[in-house]
Structure formats: structure tokens, C-alpha cells
């Protein structure tokens, strides 16, 4: 059975759990499909979800993150024809790193980026953040993981449905193959990411080695 909508991918979920006169369990398949798809939003980063928020001028200690914003690749400054990166910080971090100055950190907090030292001046700045893909439901009927990797949407629903009923061998056994799927997803990215090769001018200061969560 071809899993690359909503439907099929659907059927296939009540097919997998062989439950299809359970009323109760079928009546909350698209619920166990949103769950499944917002865990891999939330342990996956992948490609697809790569979103880039177009060049722009930053003078002010914040900026409003965007719509479906999960999580941050990378920000980074434009000096001349070189990019300087910031390092994500603890919040702590970057207000300790100045009230004026050429920003050297970020950190997010609620639904904005802080920078730290605050900006004494405008800067060009590029965001490359991950976007939420949009939720399957009855009213969308694909998405970008529903056509390249339907397995790991089906067993993130299924492990989603498999806790909903309380069978802990069959939440076993769909989270296994969750992040088995997950993993060939995840290494085939990988390999496409090195395929090549780029040269960049990066200015390094102030360089540590920290991430927000």
C-alpha cells in the first residue's frame, strides 16, 4: 500500500495496529499522525525543514522568531565579503557580553532572539532556522516526510497509538523501528551534505563551544 497521503498513510496505520472495527482507536488516528509528525519535528532536523529568513538589517538587542520556528541552525553576520557566526548561548551569556558592541552570541527566549553584545550599530544578518513541516490532517493531504519517508511518519504514529493503548511490547516494537527509520533518514542526509565541497571566510571571535536547547 503507497503511504504519500494522508489517507493511504491513514488506512495503513489501522491496518498496521488491527484495530478497524475499534471505534475508539480509528476516531483518533489523526491525532496519532499530528503526534508522530510533531516528534520528528522535535528529534529531527531535517533538510526539508531547513528555512532560510531572508537578509536583513538588525540594530535592536531582539527579533521576533518566525512563524513555525523549531529551532535554530545558524545565524551569522555579514562583515565585507565574510560571514562572522554567532555562537548560541545561554541567555546568562549573551547579556553578560555587553550592552553595545558587534553581536557575538544568541540565545532564544520565549518567542524571540536575544544578541548579545546588543548591536551599537545596523547589521546584516542571514537565519537559517528549522520550520515546522505542516501538520497531515484531512486538509493537507501531503507533506514533504509523507512523500520522501512515509515509514518513519507510520511508526511514529504507531508508537503514538501504541502508548494511547497502553501495550508496552507494541510501543516497544514501533519505537524501534521509529529509530531505525530515523537513523537511515538522518545518515543518507548526512552523506548528501558532504557530497562537495564549499569554500567560506569566517572571522572567528569570541568562539565557545555552547548550543541552546
Known sequence: MAMNTYTTLNAA????????????LTDRTEDFIAMGQRRIHRTCDLNAMETVLATFTQSTETVAIPTGYLRTKSISIQIGNCNLTLDGAPYKKV????????????ATVGTNLHFGPIPDQGYEMDIVYYKALDILSTSVSTNWISENAPELLLFAALWEAAIWMKDDLRKQEFEAAFKEHKKDLLDSETR?????GSLECRELVNRHSARTY
Open 95 to 106: 547579556v553578560q557580553a555587553g550592552r553595545s558592541g558587534r553581536p557575538a552570541f544568541y
Open 192 to 196: 548528501q551534505d558532504h557530497e562537495g
Open 13 to 24: 496505520l489501522v491496518e498496521w495496529l488491527n484495530r478497524s472495527g475499534l471505534a475508539s
